[in-house]
C-alpha cells in the first residue's frame, strides 16, 4: 500500500496569513494526488485534485503543486472559512490511502 | 444535485454483523463505481471498499478482508456494506462515495460524499 504523510500535523494562523501543508508519497504517483478540506461534523470536500486542479466553486486562494512523492497545498490568503482539517489522498492505486491529515486552527 | 444517503449504522456487540446501505439519487446511479471510506478519531480516513457499476468487481482493504462484503441493487440505486465479525476497531463514520467513472480504479478523486452513518463496536 501507498503510505501518505503530511506536515505538520497543526497549524495555528491568523486570517490574512499565508498557509502550507506538505504531502508525501512512499512512492511515485505521479500527480493522482488529491486535497481535501474537511469541517467539524461534515464530510470531506474535495478543494484540489491531480495535485494542482481547483474544482468548481472553491476560491482560487487554494491551490496545489507538485508530482511523483512530494505535493503542497497552498491557501494565500487565509479566510475565517478556511479553519478545517485537511486531507490528502493518493488516487493512483487501489487502496486508496489517505494522509493523517493536518488541523489549521485561529491562533 | 447528487445525494447519497447512508443508513443502519448503531452499536453492535463485538462479533456480530451488521449492514449498512447508502442509496443514491440525483445521478444514474447504475453508471457509477461506489467506494466505502470510513473515519475514526484515532486512525483518520480509511478506504475500505469499492464495487464496480455493474458489481462485477469489487476490492476490499486489507483490515476488513474476509469480514466485509460489498454489494449493490442498482434497481433501487443502492449501495450495500454488510459487515461480520465486527470488532472495537470497526468504530467509525462509515461514508457512502460515488466515483466518478463506472470502474473502481479509474484513479479519479472522490467528489460525492454521503453524510456519514456512524458504527459502534461495543459491549
Same mark, same amino acid.
Given at each position: 500500500d501507498i503510505q501518505m504523510t503530511q506536515s505538520p500535523s497543526s497549524l495555528s494562523a491568523s486570517v490574512g496569513d499565508r498557509v502550507t501543508i506538505t504531502c508525501r508519497a512512499s512512492q511515485n504517483i505521479e500527480n493522482y494526488l488529491n486535497w481535501y478540506q474537511q469541517k467539524p461534523g461534515g464530510a470531506p470536500r474535495v478543494v484540489i485534485y491531480s495535485a494542482s486542479g481547483l474544482e468548481n466553486g472553491v476560491p482560487s486562494r487554494f491551490s496545489g503543486s507538485g508530482s511523483a512523492t =512530494?505535493?503542497?497545498?497552498?491557501?494565500?490568503?487565509?479566510?475565517?472559512? =478556511?479553519?478545517?482539517?485537511?486531507y490528502c489522498q493518493q488516487s493512483y492505486n487501489l487502496p486508496a490511502t489517505f494522509g493523517p491529515g493536518t488541523r489549521v486552527d485561529l491562533k | 444535485q447528487v445525494l447519497l444517503v447512508e443508513s443502519g449504522g448503531g452499536v453492535v456487540q463485538p462479533g456480530r454483523s451488521l449492514r449498512l446501505s447508502c442509496t443514491g439519487s440525483g445521478f444514474t446511479f447504475s453508471g457509477y463505481g461506489v467506494h466505502w471510506v470510513r473515519q475514526t478519531p484515532g486512525k483518520g480516513l480509511e478506504w475500505v471498499a469499492a464495487i464496480s457499476y455493474d458489481g462485477t468487481y469489487t476490492s476490499y482493504g486489507d483490515s476488513v478482508k474476509g469480514r466485509f462484503t460489498i454489494s449493490?441493487?442498482?434497481?433501487?440505486?443502492?449501495?450495500?456494506?454488510?459487515?461480520?465479525?465486527?470488532?472495537?476497531?470497526?468504530?467509525?463514520v462509515y461514508y457512502c462515495v460515488r466515483d466518478l467513472c463506472s470502474s473502481i480504479n479509474c484513479r479519479e478523486y472522490f467528489q460525492d460524499w454521503g453524510q456519514g452513518t456512524l458504527v459502534t463496536v461495543s459491549s
Open positions: =512530494d505535493f503542497t497545498l497552498t491557501i494565500s490568503s487565509l479566510q475565517p472559512e =478556511d479553519f478545517a482539517t485537511y | 449493490r441493487d442498482n434497481s433501487k440505486s443502492t449501495l450495500f456494506l454488510q459487515m461480520s465479525s465486527l470488532q472495537p476497531g470497526d468504530t467509525a
